[in-house]
């Protein structure tokens, strides 16, 4: 699909601004069908675990399919069809119970505090300012700004950002995300830098995301939280770094292994006192799952313009995700629509997904003129 605007980070300044995209759809004998999105293909090779299955059962079901990879691992694209199917399987659970989703999975209210993140390297100075006033001007308090490879720009785009939020709150909340370009050392050194100037609430993959030493290392030698964890897949990856105290902060995604691995390492999370945020998504349905976790701070919101035909039912308001009574998710596809891209595939500027950028972990590779509209 083509977004309505680019999306980049320090591996790929220069952006992209088509995002492949594809739908599960499982089909009961009731005529009920549960929808996840996300899915990359592949569903062939489990959909025997679940056939004939009653979707109510889906944590037993969650169970079976991981033991069916006990071997061959939960690992790539075994991963995101195991995403896919169990968060399938949720939506289904709450739509034969007539009620949202957030409500099945126990939340006390429909709504969860967001945060603007704009996946914003590719921007220009101007529409990086655009992009966070939009966002405070319906509530959003705190954002995120991709940083790593070229720190006074760094700085000068923070302070951008910080004003851009201003109107919303007399002290915005600040983050940054290096998507995993800088060493430890390096994190530790331009991290403290930015300190100087600015008070940040966390730094979003400082290091590598499996490195236990490496962010550990970050988060002793600096104030600012160290965040991580949003592309692992599981649990099991997750654990090192709580059992090994390296992040502060632990980031959620659908591909933790659908709603049922994201649980887990949430309530892991919450009985080591670690705070988690879930990651963006398309029409921000893992709200639905966000709303109920336990230690959940705020989610991210990037609003590049991906749900061309999908329908939902959530807004953002006075810096809340609202969801609705809406069964399931509360999604919809728009399957006209869904044919016409499908028969008519949009083009434009993409490589998706971003590769590691020249440099990473050793040294920077400032954008070059033109690479970036603020790079010259």
């Known amino acids: 699909?083509?977004?309505?605007?680019?999306?980049?980070?320090?591996?790929?300044?220069?952006?992209?601004?088509?995002?492949?995209?594809?739908?599960?759809?499982?089909?009961?004998?009731?005529?009920?069908?549960?929808?996840?999105?996300?899915?990359?293909?592949?569903?062939?090779?489990?959909?025997?675990?679940?056939?004939?299955?009653?979707?109510?059962?889906?944590?037993?079901?969650?169970?079976?399919i991981n033991?069916?990879?006990?071997?061959?691992?939960?690992?790539?694209?075994?991963?995101?069809?195991?995403?896919?199917?169990?968060?399938?399987?949720?939506?289904?659970?709450?739509?034969?119970?007539?009620?949202?989703?957030?409500?099945?999975?126990?939340?006390?209210?429909?709504?969860?505090?967001?945060?603007?993140?704009?996946?914003?390297?590719?921007?220009?100075?101007?529409?990086l300012f655009r992009f966070y006033r939009h966002m405070a001007e319906r509530g959003v308090t705190a954002g995120k700004?991709?940083?790593?490879?070229?720190?006074?720009?760094?700085?000068?785009?923070?302070?951008?950002?910080?004003?851009?939020?201003?109107?919303?709150?007399?002290?915005?909340?600040?983050?940054?995300?290096?998507?995993?370009?800088?060493?430890?050392?390096?994190?530790?050194?331009y991290i403290s830098m930015i300190e100087e100037r600015y008070d940040l609430i966390w730094a979003e993959e400082p290091a590598r995301r499996w490195d236990y030493d490496g962010l550990r290392l970050v988060s002793s030698q600096v104030r600012t939280a160290v965040a991580t964890a949003e592309n692992l897949k599981s649990l099991s990856d997750v654990y090192p770094l709580i059992a090994n105290e390296a992040a502060d902060v632990l980031n959620l995604s659908s591909n933790h292994s659908g709603v049922t691995g994201c649980r887990q390492i949430a309530n892991m999370a919450y009985a080591h006192n670690i705070p988690v945020s879930m990651m963006n998504c398309q029409a921000n349905f893992m709200a639905q799952v966000a709303a109920a976790l336990p230690g959940h701070t705020m989610m991210e919101v990037v609003d590049p313009g991906r749900e061309h035909c999908l329908k939902y039912d959530n807004h953002l308001e006075d810096g809340f995700i609202h969801l609705s009574e809406a069964p399931g998710f509360g999604i919809e596809v728009d399957e006209t629509i869904l044919k016409d891209l499908q028969q008519n595939p949009p083009k434009g500027k993409g490589a998706f997904p971003f590769p590691r950028r020249e440099g990473a972990g050793r040294y920077l590779v400032p954008p070059a003129p033109g690479e970036t509209p603020w790079s010259s």
């Open 1 to 64: 699909m083509k977004m309505n605007r680019e999306v980049a980070d320090a591996n790929l300044p220069s952006g992209v601004e088509i995002m492949p995209a594809s739908i599960l759809f499982l089909e009961t004998d009731e005529n009920i069908t549960g929808i996840s999105l996300g899915y990359g293909g592949g569903v062939e090779h489990l959909f025997h675990l679940i056939e004939g299955e009653d979707p109510r059962d889906v944590v037993g079901l969650w169970i079976k």
């Open 67 to 127: 033991d069916y990879l006990h071997k061959a691992g939960n690992e790539g694209a075994a991963t995101l069809v195991f995403s896919a199917i169990d968060m399938a399987l949720w939506d289904l659970k709450a739509k034969i119970a007539g009620e949202p989703l957030w409500r099945t999975l126990g939340a006390r209210e429909g709504r969860v505090r967001a945060y603007a993140s704009g996946l914003d390297y590719s921007l220009s100075d101007e529409d």
């Open 145 to 189: 700004l991709k940083v790593g490879l070229d720190i006074e720009a760094d700085m000068r785009r923070i302070g951008i950002m910080q004003d851009a939020l201003s109107v919303a709150a007399a002290k915005p909340g600040l983050m940054i995300d290096s998507n995993e370009y800088w060493s430890p050392k390096q994190a530790v050194r």
